[in-house]
């Protein structure tokens, strides 16, 4: 759900920033496209003002303010890390957060065109992420369950976007996440919400990784789908040779959770060639091509 009635432009962040931060406040100040809970804008060369847009936000950013600085000191790859609260105010309801800059493209306006470099340097990227998280680590309400508990927004999502021709095999690949075993280790740390617009790209490979407002302990398989949902054709197979710590069980959870994700993917895409709100047309074709690498396997 939306904030009706607050317009974020360029000239709030400013002011907030002027009344907060003031040592910020000089820096160039520019909109960043995009974005799903929040709104981002662009602080200079190295910092970003994320204001949140929906109900949920003020939470996913407090999750971020609490645990990213912890996560972020061992992953290979840079992420955005918190470096000022903005707090609510007359002017602005809610929390916001300044946060260092990722350099790069997002994946949804770019492309990889060094599919073995984006296979290795994800799979080293979640080898760091995928440790035994601490007591006290979120649990997430909209993800992170084996697919069998996830039939109800797949079967959605199927309905409504399944390409005519491939339904049967679409439905194959789920199936058999279904029947896939439970992950029976420890909860893991898991970004949950890798897709296009939440990697960024440079140089043709994986350059960065962003938005971990879904971050949560469990099942490892939720990030695993990346491997079908982000990189290009072919690279699926070397991503799981060297991430090297995923059985055939956790596998065939991944590809289930790339087949709903990609699906997910084609229907926002589809919202917004339609104008619909919360659609983003450039998902559209990232998630038809995953769905395609999600029907070839690995």
Not at 41 to 59: F, H, I, K, S
Not at 111 to 121: E, F, L, V, W
Request: glycine content about 10%; aromatic content about 8%.
């Amino acid at each position: 759900m939306t904030n009706p009635g607050i317009e974020i432009t360029a000239n709030l962040v400013h002011t907030l920033l002027r009344e907060q931060h003031p040592d910020l406040a000089g820096l160039a100040i520019r909109e960043v496209p995009g974005g799903w809970d929040n709104q981002q804008w662009r602080l200079g060369d190295e910092l970003a003002v994320r204001m949140p847009r929906t109900e949920q936000a003020p939470d996913l950013q407090r999750k971020e303010r609490r645990w990213l600085p912890l996560l972020a000191s061992r992953l290979p790859l840079p992420v955005p890390v918190p470096v000022r609260t903005g707090e609510p105010s007359a002017r602005f309801p809610k929390p916001w957060t300044v946060m260092t800059w990722v350099p790069g493209e997002p994946l949804d306006h770019s492309s990889i065109s060094r599919g073995d470099d984006a296979a290795d340097t994800l799979a080293h990227f979640l080898r760091a992420l995928h440790v035994e998280a601490p007591a006290g680590a979120p649990i997430s309400e909209d993800r992170g369950d084996h697919p069998a508990k996830c039939t109800d927004g797949f079967d959605h999502f199927f309905h409504a976007v399944v390409p005519d021709g491939l339904a049967d095999d679409v439905r194959a690949v789920w199936d058999d996440a279904v029947a896939a075993p439970e992950w029976e280790g420890p909860p893991l740390w898991v970004h949950g919400d890798l897709h296009p617009a939440n990697v960024v790209v440079a140089d043709g490979t994986l350059s960065g990784v962003i938005d971990f407002g879904a971050v949560f302990a469990g099942d490892p398989a939720w990030d695993l789908a990346a491997a079908w949902v982000i990189l290009p054709e072919g690279a699926a197979s070397r991503f799981f040779d060297v991430y090297a710590q995923a059985d055939e069980g956790t596998i065939r959870r991944a590809r289930g959770l790339a087949a709903l994700k990609s699906l997910f993917l084609m229907l926002m895409g589809r919202n917004g060639d339609r104008g619909l709100p919360g659609g983003q047309p450039t998902w559209g074709p990232a998630g038809r091509a995953a769905l395609d690498r999600v029907l070839r396997g690995r």
